[in-house]
């Protein structure tokens, strides 16, 4: 008997402690990255875990060096464009493979699931010359065109979709509801964490993409904030409290969506695997 | 009922069409182009046939082989620790009796909101060669002089493995906990009458019963490893040069289509080639997962 009460809290400790261990080191670089926003360069590289009072002066030479503010619109613009549109084709494609079964169209699907095979690599070629044909480069329809409609997220609303009693759909039917009035009005609305998970994972994709904005937009006057960060990052001489104001400003607008969103998120995501 | 059917199809067609123009546009187009292109060598707007040609460059291309076992030497070290972690992590949050289990939910899966070029740089700044990390460690003595992580090959890998790791680990282990929820929870009460402990059941319960996740999250994040990009540009790569132990073959790429004099036709046959070892691997995957994933 003491063994097994002895036992149990023994599990609790390595429990406790193994996911303690996980918080601290995952907290740590998000709590270094505020503190170090606050402290001059060289303070931070000392490896000074003190507040100081240099966040003023760190965001002066940001905005002085660098057009963070021009580039937060950007990428806002793109992020959010981009979000609503991958949503609604998305969505609406995987209701029409999961709702309307056929044999051909279950071949479509696997070719949409084949392609997450393919690396981003294989297509950015091809893509690049016919973004140029198209004059969009250095434009935001040329970065949100070709990722409208990602396997990923298709397979996603598939996946939750499957758990959409066909009676609902079927009473709606006799109502005499359309079938995009049935998506809009009975699918849509009960599927509420479903979109907001998608919504948190296609708003994260484009907000930190970095190689396909790295090629289409080449002018200073469209880059992104990863664009800014990483030729922030690799310039010969760098400023770290300068640096770590950048990412935060690239970081937390996605850190208070996510909050914001988590308990959906959460839902949407647990979802996913029946 | 025919008549019926009819009418459906042509709705779910109306839902589907969109998403299948832009596949077909900016998907299947560009694949076929590409594999076109890998057939070819091109100088500027100059192509020529070449068959085989490129591929066969590839294997006495000693920067592709080198490019081809870093990306192996990430996939095989990174993706097993990350996986094991966050099954781990995982099965301890959903346990009953963990409280606080919101925060630690949300703290460990929080380092997958950043983007990889933030954390990458973050990471660049705490393994500088008078960063934080050397601070610390010659503050306790455990070196004497700073160690170059980021120029030097061993270490390079080592700080882009743990750039991954705290990056991705807490990204997998939300899966993980999805899958978890839905063992039915009269197999561990089972167990435990039978006087099984902990451990005995996370190996014969746990493990078997997440066997479709395990697959699942295997393959993307061999996927996800074999297109390992921007990480090592962030970290390693200094003025468009990448360190060439840690060159992965999507910086190849990039550096033979944008950098080098460009050639699109061997940069598609490299790409190509990565699509087959994708491929490969994945087939193997699910061969070795057995029958068990029918999703």
Redo the contacts between chains.
Sequence with gaps: MITRKS?NLI??IL?YG???I??I???F??I??LI?STNRAVD????RLLPGLEFFNNLKNLLNDTNIIRAFFNTTKITLIATIFTLL??S??A???E??S?KN?EI?YK??LL????????????????IVKMGLIDNYWGII?????P?FI?FFFR?NFKSIPSEIIEAARIDGAG??TI?FRIVFPAMKSSFSAAAIIVF?TH??N??WPL?VLQSDKTKT??LV??S???AYFID?GV??LG?II??LP??II??TM?KQF?EG??G??? | MLNSRNKYDKYAWQFIIVSLIIFIIFMVFPAINSFYLSLHSTRGIVKTFTGLGNFKRMLSDRMFIQALKNTFIFLIVQVPIMLTLAMLLATCLNSKKLKYKSFYRTAIFLPCVTSLVACSVLFKMMFSNEGLMNSLLIGINMIKEPIVWLSHPFWARVVIIITLLWRWTGYNMIFFLAGLQNISPSLYEAAEIDGATKLEQFFYITVPQLKPIILFTTVMSTIGTLQLFDEPMNLTTTNGVPLTETMTISQYIYLNSFVYSPNFGYAASISYAVVAIIALLAIVQFKVAGDKYDN
């Design positions: 036992q599990n609790s429990m193994f996911l303690s996980g918080a080191l995952s907290l670089p998000f270094w990255m170090s931070i590289t000392a490896g084709i998305s609406l494609g209701y029409g493979f709702k309307y056929s169209r479509i070719f949409f392609s997450m095979m393919v690396p981003f690599a294989a297509l950015m070629i091809p893509l690049f010359t016919m065109l070709p990722l409208l409609a396997a298709v996946q079938e995009f998506f994260m907000w930190n970095f190689l090629i904030l990863t960060i990483s922030l990052s690799s770290y640096l770590m990412i690239a970081t996605v850190i996510f909050l988590q959460v995501m647990l996913s695997s029946k």
